[in-house]
């Protein structure tokens, strides 16, 4: 039996189909993964993610370590609250895990991935010496995430009014504060909502005045599907150890300036750039099948200027057609996929599907 959040009876509770997903036993759905999805988009639906690791960073040089840490710029993070979406490289450049990290009252929290807790771990010990600093796993931690349209005003009627207050005043990639409560403005699904990280002793309460004002539970089937519409990269599929950032859409997440700024997997990265201002360095993209058919992980990308491969790929609730992002040669202008061995015309287009429930390219 794998691992269990503090909402595992909860889940069993809505009749949830459970899975084994990185050592955790987690809902896949419950009942319909379409209904899920598209409860995200149109209402609000609220999914567990308390498996993911919170690693808390405090000291002296928290700040020091995490700008040489990560290729993003945690002195991006000038107020309380602040976050920032960066991925942890390797010496070669390629991604260790992407995260969020979250400027704090005690310095700064870290939300990575569960598949990769363990090697993440053990990077961000490894690379401490020299640096004044502390690392605080906190799995006495749980995570709520709650998406969609009507999500900040369902959420809102379940807090205390100091808490609702503060919510509605959020701006996107911001959060505060509240006691041993954090909430914040950041998501994996293209929609508007927020994640809540509190004691696991209250989640099931949490959980239980949720759908009391009609939020309903959306298992991970339907969060990979908005997430995919969104555009958002899946570790361990769009990128990994063996991808530079600048090969999965990731550019935001690498800050060049300044220049003095030492960060790991920098030379790295500089040599990518020039690989990628030459053209030989392969893009993520978007791909869109309109026709009868779906796009798969794993399926051949055959381009004018080479092949690629499909990381990521389903059929897409709110399109009523398949998407997929691909990693294939730059600057190609069309290119088909092989869908059991019938090489099927597909359309390029950017790697963002779906926003606010609206379809966002031509």
Known sequence: ???????????????????????WEMPINYGSQIEEHNQVRNHAGMFDVSHMTVVDISGADAEAYLRYLLANDVAKLDTMGRALYSAMLNEKGGVIDDLIVYRMSFGYRLVVNCATRDKDLRWMTQCISGFSVSLAERPHLAILAVHGPES????????????????????????????????ARTGYTGEKGLELIFPNEQATDLWDKLLA??????????????????????????????????????????????????????????????????????????????????????????????????????????????????????????????????????????????????????
Request: hydrophobic share 40%.
């Open 1 to 23: 039996m794998g691992q269990q959040t503090s909402l595992y009876q909860k889940h069993l509770d809505c009749a949830a189909k459970m899975v084994d997903f990185a050592g």
């Open 213 to 362: 004002v009609g939020v309903k539970p959306v298992g991970l089937g339907a969060r990979d599907t908005l997430r995919l519409e969104a555009g958002m990269n899946l570790y361990g599929h769009d990128m990994d150890e063996t991808v530079s950032p600048l090969a999965a859409n990731m550019q935001q997440t690498i800050a060049w300036e300044p220049e003095q700024r030492e960060f790991i997997g920098r030379e790295a990265l500089l040599e990518h750039r020039l690989e990628q201002q030459a053209g030989a360095m392969p893009i993520l993209t978007g791909l869109v099948l309109e026709q009868r058919g779906v796009l798969r992980e794993g399926q051949k990308v055959v381009c004018e200027k080479g092949e690629g491969i499909i990381t990521s790929g389903s059929f897409s609730p709110t399109l009523k057609h398949s998407i997929a992002l691909a990693r294939i040669p730059d600057n190609c202008t069309s290119c088909q996929v092989d869908i059991r061995g019938t090489l099927t015309p597909v359309r390029i287009v950017k790697p963002n599907f779906v926003r606010f429930g609206k379809k966002v390219f031509d």
């Open 152 to 183: 900040i005003d369902k959420v809102c009627a379940v807090l205390d009014q100091e808490q609702a207050t503060a919510v509605r005043g959020l701006t996107n990639f911001s959060g505060f504060e509240s006691g041993e409560w954090f909430i």
